[in-house]
């Protein structure tokens, strides 16, 4: 088991490049998403959240276990996908061709309450880059509530023909402190406050609306986040008493951040998975935030690839303008996402749940000195 605090640390070094080769069964120009392991139907469906109070619109996407099969969910709308496009360099129109396994119009399944998992983006991207791990969370029984962050996210195009584009919410020509300071401010005072408020929408609904009533486990609550939703995890794991457990994805502290103190002590069930590149760092070494103690899983990634814990390098490897299909990189990112998805499934199963986790208690490497 990995510790924290004053027990031995327990790290478990996972090296992609060296695992046997995977073929890749999926025409050129085409992205099959790997399909969910569970034992449900995924369903999706987006939701408007209005908060008066701050005079803010979120845009939430939730995937769900669902019952039964209807209309097949895109990927994503055509004008996130034409800014996603021009940002990342990719093949226009390069959503048409990513199939996912996903349905909108499908009921909730009946056998719940369903734990619910809230998922946090990296900056200057959006949810649907997470949809491999979403799909996989909902098909495993869970509810899934991903939220766009605008200015913070890439582009948040809403049902009536609005968009928010990212733009900085940090002093751009500042020293790296000082814009520290902002963006610590900014994760305080609106993507933690943004999680708030989606949880108490979310239990609103859970209590009135026909589609969602009675559907959600709200005594089960996990938080996942990339980047800078890794951090708005982590803070909102530490700050928010109805969230049982969080996962990390390579999010870090900057400088000026809480005052600089290191590591924050969440005191509560966390998994942090980082790159090489992040857990070497001798500033920090992925260890900006430690949990509850016996309950911290600090899991370190062969390479420095900070996009590989979303479906991004697969995107590259199918529909990237610079370059043509790339088989291995596509073999390589598969791996990665895949793993990710196991281990983040098996964490928050074992703390919302009560299941075993076998790859995170048994394959490790304890450091006893």
Known sequence: MFRSGPGPAVILFLSLL????????????????????????VGSKTLVLTD???????????????????????????????????????????????????WFQSPIAKNGPFPLVLLE?????????????????????????ATNHPPDSLIAVFPDGREVKAKPYWPVDADRRTQGVAIGKFAEDVLVADVRFV??????????????????????????GHSMGGTTA?????????????????GSTF?????DVRPMDLRKPLLFMATEEHASNPETHAREYIGSESNTYYVVVA????????????LMSRFSKESPPDDRA????????????SLVEEFLAKYLKHSLAPELDVLVRVDRK
Request: net charge negative.
């Open 255 to 259: 400088p000026g951040m809480n005052a």
């Open 52 to 102: 008066a109070r701050r005079d803010r619109d979120l845009l939430v996407t939730t995937w769900f276990p669902a019952s039964g099969k209807s209309v097949v969910a895109p990927y994503m709308d055509k004008r996130t996908a034409a800014e996603f496009s021009a940002e990342w360099k990719l093949q226009p129109g390069f959503e048409q061709n990513v199939h996912t396994h996903a």
């Open 330 to 341: 596509y073999e390589r990112a598969l791996l990665k996402v895949e793993l990710t998805r």
């Open 18 to 41: 060296t695992q046997p080769s995977v073929a890749a069964d999926v025409a050129h120009l085409v992205l099959e998403l790997p399909a969910p392991d569970g034992p449900y139907a």
């Open 121 to 145: 983006h990296g900056s200057g991207v959006v949810p649907a880059i997470y949809t491999i791990l979403a799909e996989g969370l909902a098909s495993n029984g869970f509810i899934v509530a």
């Open 234 to 250: 982590a803070l909102a794991t530490g700050q928010e008493s109805r969230i049982s457990a969080g996962v990390n994805l390579d």
């Open 199 to 224: 949880l108490d929408r979310l239990q609103d609904m859970n209590a009135n609306d026909n589609f969602w009533r009675g559907h959600i486990d709200l005594a089960k609550v996990g938080i996942v």
């Open 303 to 314: 390479g420095d690839d900070h996009m590989g814990f979303t479906d991004a390098r697969l």
